[in-house]
């Protein structure tokens, strides 16, 4: 199906819905292709593939407000029905006076940048070069070391895209493509089976890391042997790159609406107040080329912007969707992130690490949990204790335990090392003062 044929369907919906009694609507048609390559012991372990295709339909009726899916949406008769009988049931909920299309102001009026989102020769990359790539890792690792118990790596790509049409003026498409590579290498020294992975993903097939993914996967195993548990204390904590995001997300998540409407937030009430130390800085930027988090509208039609979200440890912003903001009686921003940029520091890794006397570089967290209201946590973590700028042993089976104002009013470092995998462009991050409990 066509683009414009989607366009078709969606307007041709949404013109049915209001005929039929809706006082506003929203169409969207959506697509999603993918597909996974699983390769264990030199055999193909899962081959999978999808395609799926459907419609969503908001609908606003006598201040009720109901939200219907289908997949069949080539049969107007069939479709038609569904809406109507939607309609009909929609009458029956209670009613939601907050409930209501965004203001035709807000919304993305056509004409924006070409984000660079979308490989366009997605639908022409080589299945045999799928599985090449996912033998090929394999291969980097195996018989590489006798302490090697199972490998297991995958491929996997995805394409979406969507057409979106509302009553009250909008009219809006976004398209998206991914590749990935993961390695996962298990080892053991006779007693312990410590795991190490790795990834490399990219919007575009030809820019793909595919070397050293194995390899990678498999030093991170092995140097988590003799992992074990050191005594308790306060002390620096470095947090890996790619797992800097984990320390950040419980700070966003206070930040969106629903939290704040629900007092589930420990940040209710602090825009405009200093939250974390002068380091921590956060921009939320849209417009990146190839970004992975990249649009130009929201999920609302909402025409997205650049905005500072935390400045200098200041918060600038709460995520408001149309529906919370009339809730909240606030402005909307849009409900959702994009690309989140934290403000590198000149430090790589290796000067973040040169400057702690003891500590714990953190490279792993396994469960714990965190209150929304408190900002409390505790969590299980793994990695190396750090003395003199250097790794001295794995460690494993380790808490932290915490508050997150205070963890970010003890942001001390902030590394260059930014991690672009991801929507959210984190570098390594170092606090002070964090409880750890051992022996």
Request: net charge negative; charged share 25%.
């Amino acid at each position: 199906m066509t683009k414009e044929e989607k366009y078709s369907i969606a307007k041709w919906a949404m013109d049915h819905a209001i005929q039929n009694g809706a006082q506003q609507a929203r169409v969207s048609i959506y697509n999603n292709n993918s597909s996974q390559i699983e390769v264990r012991d030199e055999k193909i372990d899962k081959l999978q593939e999808s395609n799926r295709n459907g419609m969503r339909i908001n609908l606003y009726v006598d201040k009720k407000y109901s939200s219907i899916s289908t997949n069949r949406i080539t049969n107007k008769e069939e479709l038609g029905k569904f809406i109507e009988e939607a309609i009909a049931g929609a009458r029956y909920l209670a009613e939601d006076e907050y409930r209501s299309l965004p203001d035709p102001e807000l919304y993305y009026k056509g004409d924006g940048p070409d984000l660079k989102t979308v490989d366009p020769s997605f639908n022409s990359v080589d299945p045999q070069q799928k599985l090449r790539d996912a033998f090929a890792l394999e291969k980097e690792v195996l018989g590489k070391d006798d302490r090697i118990i199972s490998v297991s790596t995958s491929y996997s790509d995805g394409m979406s895209g969507s057409v979106m049409v509302d009553s009250n003026g909008f009219k809006g498409d976004t398209e998206n493509s991914y590749y990935s590579l993961y390695a996962s290498v298990s080892v053991t020294d006779g007693t312990a089976r410590p795991q190490g992975a790795w990834y490399e993903s990219s919007i575009f097939s030809d820019q793909l890391i595919r070397k050293d993914i194995g390899t990678k996967a498999l030093k991170k195993a092995l140097d988590r042997l003799g992992q074990a548990k050191i005594e308790s204390g306060k002390m620096p904590m470095i947090v890996e790159n790619k797992l800097a995001g984990r320390a950040l997300q419980p700070l966003i998540s206070a930040l969106n609406g629903s939290a704040i409407q629900q007092k589930q937030s420990f940040l209710i009430g602090m825009k405009g107040e200093k939250i974390g130390s002068d380091l921590l800085s956060v921009v939320d930027d849209p417009f990146i080329v190839s970004g992975r988090g990249s649009r130009l509208f929201d999920n609302e039609g909402i025409a997205t912007k650049k905005r500072s979200v935390l400045e200098k440890g200041v918060l600038l912003t709460y995520y408001i969707d149309t529906y919370y903001g009339k809730k909240l009686e606030m402005e909307p921003t849009s409900g959702s992130d994009t690309n989140l940029v934290f403000e590198p520091g000149t430090k790589d890794l290796e000067g973040l690490l040169a400057d702690i006397d003891r500590g714990i570089f953190v490279t792993g967290f396994n469960g714990g949990n965190n209150n929304q209201v408190t900002g409390d946590f505790s969590y299980g973590i793994e990695g190396f204790l750090v003395e003199k700028g250097k790794l001295v042993k794995p460690v494993a089976e380790m808490n932290i335990t915490g508050n997150f104002k205070e963890l970010w009013k003890n942001l001390v470092a902030v590394g260059s090392d930014v991690d672009l995998n991801r929507s959210w462009r984190v570098p390594s991050l170092v606090f002070d003062k964090v409880d750890f409990s051992g022996i």
